[in-house]
């Protein structure tokens, strides 16, 4: 009870020595009781942990190299691919939006840095956006037939080297043959 009445008075204070005083008085309290009171030092001081014993690093397996086949295909270069699909457009009938998805695509990897100024291919890049933007402005609506002079047609194929072209003409033709006799069996 009179531990309570003295926390009661003093509750107010905010010092070092209310706090002491308390400490002071749990003390004889418990030793009224016939428990043993721990020393200040071991309440107050925070436990130390063991230091911890740190594990040896397992080094990672090296990583496997996969055997490279002979005839491994290698990217293209996002100018060749566009050169390509822009060949493909000689004389084809083309919307204004088609026109105008392949010049923003063709932007866009531009202004991206994916094809850059640098590039072998960056003359004809800017060519073919040239043309494309006067193809664009001269369509009032609905299709236009696009043509590529003969002389620049044989250039931009030169330049992405699509003499091998010829093998996907054949697989073309073959899975069209394949449709044709495909038979439905209901």
């Not at 706090?19 to 200040?40: F, H, N, S």
Request: hydrophobic content about 35%; charged content about 30%.
């Amino acid at each position: 009870m009179i531990y309570h009445d003295f926390l009661h008075k003093n509750s107010t204070e905010n010092s070092n020595q209310f706090y002491l005083t308390i400490r002071d008085v749990t003390a004889e309290v418990l030793k009224k009781a016939g428990v043993q009171p721990k020393p200040a030092s071991e309440t107050s001081a925070k436990k130390e942990k063991p230091p911890k014993t740190s594990k040896p690093k397992r080094e990672p397996a090296p990583k496997k190299e996969k055997p490279k086949p002979d005839n491994e295909v290698t990217e293209l270069p996002l100018a060749v691919v566009f050169i390509k699909s822009y060949c493909g457009w000689a004389g084809k009938v083309k919307t204004k939006t088609q026109v105008y998805t392949f010049i923003k695509r063709l932007q866009k990897a531009i202004a991206e840095k994916k094809i850059r100024k640098t590039s072998e291919y960056a003359p004809l890049i800017v060519y073919m956006q040239n043309r494309l933007i006067a193809f664009y402005n001269d369509m009032k609506s609905g299709t236009k037939t696009y043509e590529i002079p003969a002389a620049k047609l044989t250039e931009l194929k030169e330049a992405c080297n699509m003499r091998w072209a010829g093998h996907v003409v054949i697989a073309k033709t073959f899975i069209n043959i394949l449709n044709d006799t495909y038979v439905d069996i209901n």
